[in-house]
């Protein structure tokens, strides 16, 4: 289902234990219970595993490990990207530590071939153990609906602790597509999982060497009308639809932290990352979860030479007793550490609202975005009029409070503009909402001589 037809090259189909050990002796099946080779995805060389959950569980013992590991050899010697299709109840527990230390070899190749070859993993059954550590390793986790992730399985998890879950309950797709955010994308059946693998691959290049496919330009949607009130929530996915070419975003994690949008697309036929507030839940604030997550996102775009487009509308980091508790300072870093460091082309525009430590978060002319424009209604400061004007003017209103209004005003024309930004050269240009398309094609287009297919880093897990 997942390679071109006729192009999947099987090797080590005989290999198979030589365990003896609790009468494994008698269960020596060719294969060890994973398949594994080479094929082509839309013409492209990849290297593949799928584990076979009929065989001792897919467990993965010494032998099934070293299949793995030749696929990995492989990727990194053919410079190919790596789909493994996982279901498997983890390290084959009649093997003890030669399981382990199989897992512990892969785990070691998934973090070799970080950020050199893209690597995406699918889960099709219930995986447990090493079977969801080696994904959460890799670039991409997509689920099928009723596949299952934990660390510890629920008849093990019953045995030791007496918690009673049922397994879809611990890890079913559901969990890890809202509440953990494992899972990228989810698959409404295992075909439908393959093709969203498929679906990825053609956005990203074959390596960190090479360039990302290029498919015919398309025009974008129609630019929407954004309500004009700050305070006002929209769908920024319908801005998003308007500034990429027409059916290409491809939204990652829709459902984890979803006051930030990412996600994969094309500008003009070439592939990009695009990350955005979205003012439809919690206002669009940054805090810990929408932190990682584009953080993450950001880093595997640069290891992967896409372009990085940042649509910016949100009020700030969201303040509060649980966020300092949960290390919003640390998980806040993180996304500041992405754009700062992330060298492909970054354009950026202020739709509506940028202030305090968001706008320099959000891929600012200083942490070194290529180039940033402002819509005129955009308001960039260092926190909204309202709290500016009851902090700086306290005293003053103590004793005139009618002149809220007016000084709200002033902070507004005097303090917030667009075109002040502009006269610093904070923004370079300010621009209307339908000129948003021009802007960032123009701009990525005019930095083709920035991308330079090399090895930048790797994409540590978020
Ligand atoms: C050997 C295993 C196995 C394992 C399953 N099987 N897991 N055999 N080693 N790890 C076998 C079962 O004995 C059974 O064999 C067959 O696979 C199907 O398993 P079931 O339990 O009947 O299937 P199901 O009800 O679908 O449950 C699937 C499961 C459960 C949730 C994955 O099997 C499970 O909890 N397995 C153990 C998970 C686990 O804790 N693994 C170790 C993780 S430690 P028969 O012969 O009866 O068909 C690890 C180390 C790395 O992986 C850690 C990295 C940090």
Not at 4 to 32: C, Y
Not at 51 to 64: K, M, T, W, Y
Not at 323 to 344: H, P
Not at 446 to 462: E, I, V, Y
């Amino acid at each position: 289902m997942l390679a071109d037809t006729n192009s999947f090259e099987e090797f080590g189909s005989q290999a198979r234990h030589r365990v003896t050990a609790f009468a494994m002796a008698d269960r020596r099946p060719p294969g060890d219970g994973v398949i594994t080779g080479s094929a082509r995805v839309a013409g492209r060389a990849i290297g593949v595993f799928a584990q076979d959950p009929a065989v001792l569980g897919g467990s993965l013992g010494e032998l099934h490990a070293s299949k793995i590991l030749r696929v990995l050899d492989y990727a990194e010697r053919a410079t190919a990207p790596v789909i493994g299709l996982l279901d498997s109840g983890g390290a084959r527990i009649q093997e003890g530590v030669g399981s382990l230390d199989g897992y512990g070899a892969i785990f070691r190749r998934n973090v070799r071939l970080s950020g050199r070859v893209p690597q995406i993993s699918v889960v099709l059954g219930s995986c447990a153990g090493g079977a969801v550590y080696s994904p959460a390793l890799t670039d991409i986790v997509i689920m099928s609906e009723g596949a299952q992730m934990f660390l510890t399985g629920p008849k093990v998890l019953k045995a030791v602790t007496h918690e009673d879950v049922s397994p879809l309950e611990l890890g079913g797709s559901a969990v890890h597509s809202r509440a953990s955010g494992v899972a990228h994308l989810v698959g409404a059946d295992r075909e439908s999982a393959l093709r969203l693998a498929a679906q990825v691959l053609g956005y990203l290049p074959s390596s960190c060497w090479t360039a990302t496919p290029e498919c015919a330009p398309l025009d974008p949607e129609a630019m929407p009308v954004v309500p004009a009130d700050h305070r006002k929530a929209y769908d920024v996915r319908t801005v998003i639809r308007a500034v990429v070419d027409s059916g290409s975003f491809l939204e990652l994690q829709p459902r984890f932290a979803r006051n930030i949008v990412v996600g994969l697309a094309r500008v003009q036929g070439r592939s990009v990352g695009v990350v955005a507030n979205q003012p439809l839940h919690m206002a669009g604030t940054l805090d810990i979860r929408s932190s990682e997550k584009a953080a993450r996102f950001v880093r595997m775009c640069d290891a992967f030479g896409l372009p990085l487009v940042t649509l910016v509308d949100t009020p700030g980091f969201l303040p509060g007793t649980a966020q300092e508790k949960g290390g919003v300072i640390r998980k806040g870093a993180k996304l500041l550490y992405a754009f700062s460091e992330a060298t492909v082309p970054r354009v950026t525009v202020v739709l509506r609202k940028a202030f305090g430590g968001a706008y320099i978060v959000m891929n600012s002319r200083a942490l070194g975005a290529d180039a940033v424009f402002a819509w005129p209604g955009a308001e960039l400061a260092v926190m909204g009029a309202e709290g500016a004007v009851d902090l700086v003017w306290r005293r003053d209103l103590e004793r005139e409070p009618l002149r809220r209004a007016e000084l709200v005003s002033r902070y507004r024309t005097e303090a917030m503009a667009p075109l002040l930004a502009a006269e610093r050269l904070s923004i370079d240009e300010v621009i209307e909402p339908d000129q948003t398309r021009h802007a960032v094609a123009a701009t990525l287009r005019s930095l083709a001589g920035a991308m330079r297919p090399t090895f930048r880093h790797d994409n540590l897990p978020q």
